[in-house]
């Protein structure tokens, strides 16, 4: 049996003492417990891909020359899609595409996108289509199907026209956020030209 009574200051003195000991634990040792997590410019794993020089390769470029474009871009968000239209445009100057190659087609919103785009590849006069847009998560659900809807329904003109669609949507959760990324009108465009490409090669051999 203990020799103290409860509320005996050697009980406060002995539980003081655990706390010092608590306290006293290197904080160098917590953080190598706990994962470390990427900021914002490491949310991606950069680096080339490395195929065997002993395959078959088909790679497409990057290159607009003798290339119908069509740009499908949401009204919506004008703000952002006027910019990421800005840097699309700049990115098809530097890739050779003539201005007069180009067709850009504005919707109302980015649920409109899919239909547009596919209406604009199964005309067959455009190498590619680039679907430009923003959407900005709001208080309710509104977000979560457009961005859904918008994806799925690009791939889908995709899938069923075999043009290439490039997805140049934006869907994030505050402006700022996408305003810092209004690049993607240009990477969108390098994908879109591309996979056109890549699929020019295809057929070519495919003869």
């Known amino acids: 049996m203990s020799g103290s009574w ?8 002995e539980l003081d003492e655990d706390e010092e000991l608590e306290e006293e634990l290197p904080a160098d040792e917590e953080d190598e417990q706990l994962p470390r997590l990427r900021t914002a410019d490491q949310q991606h794993a950069y680096g080339e891909l490395d ?3 002993d395959v078959n390769v088909l790679e497409g470029s990057p290159d607009g020359t003798r290339r119908g474009v069509a740009i499908v871009a949401s009204r919506f968000n004008g703000e952002i899609t006027n910019k990421l239209l800005e840097a699309a445009l700049e990115e098809l100057d530097d890739a050779g595409v003539r201005r007069e190659a180009v067709t850009v087609m504005p919707v109302p919103g980015a649920f409109e996108l899919p239909l547009a785009a596919m209406a604009l590849a199964k005309t067959r006069r455009y190498a590619c289509v680039v679907a430009l847009g923003c959407v900005v998560r709001g208080e309710t659900p509104h977000f979560d199907y457009i961005a859904s809807e918008a994806a799925s329904g690009l791939q889908l003109a995709a899938l069923e026209t075999g043009v290439p669609v490039a997805f140049g949507v934006l869907t994030v959760d505050m402006v700022e956020q996408a305003e810092a990324r209004v690049s993607k009108g240009a990477e969108a465009v390098r994908t879109a030209l591309e996979m056109a490409d890549a699929f020019a090669q295809l ?3 495919a003869r």
Do not use: M, S
């Open 6 to 13: 409860p509320g005996d200051p050697r009980d406060v003195e």
């Open 203 to 205: 057929r070519a051999t």
């Open 51 to 53: 195929i065997p020089d």
